[in-house]
């Protein structure tokens, strides 16, 4: 059906999708699942230090809005009555920390973002604390390591070395949360009587919560603390051997089961590219990179291992930095772009190779979505890498469309049917292994694990800039 023709009465469901880069708001179609509109705004990062993350929280609500109102704009643009969404789910950056004054309104500090990693010495600090000084101390009611990675101990930073949080903690007026939270208070009426919320989901990433109980965890609260692959491992927890998290999935209503899911977090993947264009400056947008590494079709024993925030699953060393490694005077940046693609796969290949060995269940296909899936070459790099088909579907923003239908499905929207028999089926592409999964890739898997290892002491920091690819312009 043309949008020209499409009744009014259809019923739409907005998604707001706050990511680490950028923020977009899209309106589905609630019978058909067809995206009818949609904007896009990126945000601003700034690295005050050497393994600083920060975001402006009042830009990240500014970006939200625009985007709204931007859409809105659009879909008046096509006849669309806009009091045909129903309701708006919201997808975002997990794990990154906000706190603010509930009395003014305002950010006390920038969001300290997922990817920092100021925490690394009292995260070493509460190891050592732990029986055996063990990592995986709280994972038994968290389902994660302790790590820079997680909410609570950045909140724990901004309470000991911010000022304005410490004295807004001590007249509670402080109220803390990761960005669907932040968001949803602003949206729903702010200081003026803003829903203060979360879901089980983000809870489940702060470190504080227990994904047994799904309650906050006072003993956990005594404490304090870009590729993401999960496995559906249904309504109980299983807890990995082999560097995982164990994570809450999701529970779709008050009353219903919660699922849950074995998750293996890859720091860096789409922003490595982000990483060529902006630091080394050899590419101009990130679409550029497919054509470039497409000129070298190999990365002539070049490997890459972008461990700008440490390593995280499988080996959750955050002290470890990036290399570059294998160059000869015949390297030249095409094949450092085929090797930055290579890394995203070698990486999921890890986390995959982990899940099957969790789970007992091999995985047969990978399904896969965001903005890194446009590139064809890095699809059937994956496939080959992977030795599976990896499915992309034709609508890319599965993330949101998620939400959106989540939001749809709620009690007292239900203008969207999410039961099997009812969805609407979403076409895809898929991508077939083209090589003997015991032949050339595989050699190339397990150097890329031995450099991972190496990259535990030597390296690169995401701080390293025009220096370093002189040696591949002068060749």
């Known amino acids: 059906m043309s949008t020209s023709s499409r009744p009014e009465a259809d019923s739409l469901v907005g998604a707001i999708d706050q990511g680490t880069s950028s923020t977009r708001f899209l309106v589905f179609n609630a019978k058909t699942a067809e995206l009818i509109s949609q904007h896009q705004v990126e945000i601003n990062q700034s690295f005050p230090k050497e393994g600083w993350v920060e975001e402006d929280p009042k830009e990240i609500l500014q970006s939200v809005c625009e985007c709204m109102e931007r859409t809105s704009e659009k879909l008046i643009q096509l006849n669309i009555n806009i009091s045909n969404v129903k309701a708006i789910g919201v997808t975002n950056q997990r794990e990154t920390t906000v706190v603010w004054d509930k009395e003014t309104g305002e950010p006390l500090y920038n969001a300290i973002v997922w990817l920092d990693l100021r925490t690394q010495s009292t995260v070493e600090k509460l190891i050592k604390k732990t029986p055996g000084k063990n990592k995986n101390h709280l994972k038994d009611k968290t389902g994660l390591p302790i790590s820079t990675y997680f909410s609570a101990l950045k909140l724990r930073w901004l309470m000991d070395n911010i000022e304005s949080v410490a004295e807004a903690v001590q007249t509670n007026r402080a109220v803390f949360g990761t960005v669907d939270s932040w968001l949803i208070w602003c949206l729903t009426g702010g200081k003026n009587g803003g829903v203060h919320c979360t879901d089980v989901t983000n809870a489940s990433r702060t470190m504080l919560f227990n994904i047994h109980t799904m309650q906050w965890d006072p003993e956990l609260c005594n404490y304090g603390t870009g590729c993401f692959m999960l496995k559906n491992t249904g309504v109980k927890p299983v807890m990995s051997d082999h560097g995982l998290l164990t994570t809450v999935a999701y529970k779709l209503g008050r009353d219903q089961p919660v699922y849950y899911a074995l998750e293996g977090s890859v720091a860096i993947a789409g922003a490595v590219v982000r990483w060529l264009k902006e630091n080394l400056g050899i590419i101009k947008s990130s679409s550029d990179i497919e054509k470039l590494a497409a000129t070298a079709g190999t990365s002539y024993g070049c490997y890459f291992v972008p461990a700008f925030s440490g390593l995280y699953a499988p080996y959750w060393e955050p002290s470890a930095r990036g290399i570059i490694c294998g160059l000869t005077q015949f390297t030249n940046s095409s094949h450092l772009a085929f090797a930055a ?17 969790d789970s007992g269940v091999p995985l047969s ?20 890498i992977l030795c599976i088909p990896v499915v992309r579907p034709s609508m890319s923003e599965t993330t949101a469309l998620g939400a959106a239908m989540a939001a749809g499905a709620a009690e007292g929207v239900c203008v969207w049917t999410i039961n099997p028999d009812g969805m609407t089926s979403v076409t895809s592409e898929k991508y077939q292994p083209k090589i003997n999964p015991d032949g050339e890739s595989s050699d190339q898997f397990f150097n890329h694990i031995s450099q991972c290892k190496l990259a535990k002491n030597l390296g690169i920091s995401s701080s390293t800039g025009h220096n370093i690819i002189t040696r591949f312009r002068e060749s």
């Open 365 to 384: 296909q990978l399904q896969v979505d965001g903005g890194m899936t446009a590139n064809k070459l890095l699809m059937q790099l994956q496939a080959d």
């Open 341 to 357: 693609l290579e890394a995203v796969c070698f990486q999921t290949r890890e986390v995959l190779d982990a899940m099957n060995q």
